[in-house]
């Protein structure tokens, strides 16, 4: 009888051998910048003049009309652009599962490219076609569904549904991946199954396949809302967060605060704290519904 191997983590050296360098590089580049973005947040000045400043950072927020500008925007990215895409990716994902479908490769190839694209490309081709007499306007009119050109950019309402359609259109393919490869891990036997006992398309989708993606919903809602509260580049790039700040996000604004304002470090460690508490506490709410629906 052969003498079992021992595993435990402690005798196990070769293992830890291979997992150290990740656990190196991880706390040296994750955990150890956290850890000094965080005392910097309680510092004022720029570069190596940083002096104690306690809570003045964080009283500062307030009372700041940019920030909270800032704040209001993002949260009305997170709260109308998120379900919309996730619904999106979710009804795009099961018309392109149908067996049926010709040319299936081709229509995933197409959704999923926006999110490989290159930003400035597409950012460039945005302010084009939603120009004031831009492609978008001109068939709007001819369509006769406006009656004049909309000024997207320059607009403070039309600027933010710009910035909802471009992150949409961009990110709704990459989440479109996951929910297909999870439609395609369900056995076609459940469905069949369904279908003997006179269940439609909906009433399939609702109880067969919205339930067995529940964790990829949840992995996609909670990533999707972290990269929306870290969102910086399509307005950066699209509106430059105008006009008058109607479109600027917490993380345009870190960017103002370092590199076109006064390269106050401690403040923009502050604004950024506010970034990490709201994903922190959006994920463990989203965690803990997602729990009890089990």
Do not use: H
Not at 193 to 201: H, N
Not at 228 to 256: K, R, V
């Amino acid at each position: 009888m052969t003498k079992k191997k021992d595993m435990s983590p402690k005798l196990n050296r070769t293992g830890w051998i291979f997992v150290l360098p990740s656990i190196i590089l991880i706390v040296a580049f994750v955990f150890y910048p956290m850890v000094q973005a965080l005392i910097t947040s309680f510092q004022s000045g720029a570069g190596n003049n940083l002096s104690f400043s306690g809570l003045s950072n964080y009283k500062r927020l307030l009372t700041d009309t940019t920030f909270r500008k800032a704040l209001s925007n993002t949260v009305l990215y997170l709260v109308v652009q998120v379900p919309i895409m996730i619904l999106l990716a979710l009804a795009i994902s099961s018309m392109l599962n149908n067996k049926r479908l010709k040319f299936k490769g081709l229509f995933r190839t197409a959704i999923f490219l926006p999110c490989v694209t290159s930003l400035v490309a597409y950012s460039i081709v945005f302010k084009s076609l939603f120009a004031t007499d831009g492609f978008v306007n001109a068939m709007l009119v001819k369509l006769n569904i406006i009656a004049e050109p909309i000024s997207w950019i320059t607009d403070p309402v039309w600027a933010k549904v710009l910035i909802i359609v471009a992150i949409t259109w961009r990110w709704t393919g990459y989440n479109m991946v996951f929910y297909l490869s999870g439609l395609q891990g369900i056995d076609d036997s459940i469905y069949e199954a369904a279908e003997i006992d006179g269940a439609g398309a909906f009433q399939k989708f609702k109880s067969i396949t919205l339930p067995m993606l529940k964790p990829i919903i949840l992995f996609t809602t909670i990533n999707s809302t972290i990269g929306t509260l870290q969102l910086f580049d399509e307005p950066m790039n699209i509106t430059q967060g105008g006009p008058a700040n109607a479109t600027i996000t917490i993380s345009q604004y870190i960017y103002n605060i370092l590199f076109k304002y006064s390269s106050d470090f401690g403040y923009a460690a502050a604004v950024s704290y506010v970034v990490v508490i709201m994903i922190v506490v959006l994920s463990f709410i989203q965690l803990k519904v997602g729990d009890k629906n089990e």
